[in-house]
Nanobody
Framework: QVQLVESGGGSVQPGGSLRLSCAAS????????MAWFRQAPGKEREGVAA????????FYADSVKGRFTISKDKGAYNLYLQMDRLLPEDTGKYFC??????????????????WGQGTQVTVS
């Protein structure tokens, strides 16, 4: 059974940094994408950043380009999101997600079948 467990959320002032982690277990798909999504109150869940195997391509929402960096352990399925220069609009619950194959649209929610429970990030 696949389990994704996020950690590293918290409260930070604007301009600060946080590093999110996602520990994956029971996940054995060699060709895959893993991603971070976020959801603010009253808003839809949106893709923030994704990383896919084969060539290690990364994908970012325009709103976080240049501020967030997604990475994963080589040979493992642990996922990270380094968030710098945080803004109040980055506030939300952040979710780790994973696919069972390479995604065509790596920042689209429908591509992902495995989800964590989320970790809260508050910037104020």
């Amino acid at each position: 059974q696949v389990q994704l467990v996020e950690s590293g959320g918290g409260s930070v002032q604007p301009g600060g940094s946080l590093r999110l982690s996602c520990a994956a277990s029971g996940y054995t798909y060699n060709r895959n994408c893993m991603a971070w999504f976020r959801q603010a109150p009253g808003k839809e869940r949106e893709g923030v950043a994704a990383i896919c195997t084969d060539d290690g391509s990364t994908f970012y929402a325009d709103s976080v380009k240049g501020r967030f960096t997604i990475s994963k352990d080589k040979g493992a399925y642990n996922l990270y999101l380094q968030m710098d220069r945080l803004l109040p609009e980055d506030t939300g619950k952040y979710f780790c997600a994973a696919t069972s194959t390479i995604a065509t649209l790596p920042l689209r929610r429908f591509e992902y079948g495995y989800w964590g429970q989320g970790t809260q990030v508050t910037v104020s």
